[in-house]
């Protein structure tokens, strides 16, 4: 993903909610299975983290790796994860060549 991609998907993150929580349990498979579906769903996720003592870059590159997603961005507690949505009826964010 190159810099412009990225700063296209972080300016769109910046407009929507956060939709997972990440507790003090950390990354759960109950989570993974939640930012799967969003990212199904919107293809974009915004993961807000409870934690504070986090290195969240890592937490950030373990949670794209655990759904196979591309890192977009971490500002302060919040995550940001991007992947295409092989769904039929979802509006895509950006166009596959």
């Known amino acids: 993903m190159d810099s412009k991609v990225r700063a296209k998907l972080r300016s769109i993150a910046s ?3 956060p ?23 919107r293809e974009l996720v915004k993961i807000t ?3 504070s003592d986090l290195d969240y ?7 794209a790796q655990k759904v196979h997603a591309e890192p977009v961005c971490s500002i302060g507690k919040k995550l940001v994860v991007y992947r295409y949505s092989s769904k039929k009826n979802v509006k895509h964010i950006l166009e596959v060549k």
Request: zero cysteines; hydrophobic letters at 45%.
């Open 57 to 63: 870059k890592a937490l950030l590159n373990e949670v």
């Open 15 to 17: 407009t929507i909610q």
């Open 49 to 51: 983290v409870l934690e």
């Open 19 to 41: 939709s997972v929580i990440i507790g003090k349990d950390g990354l759960t498979e109950n989570v993974v299975k939640q930012i799967n579906m969003d990212l199904e769903a």
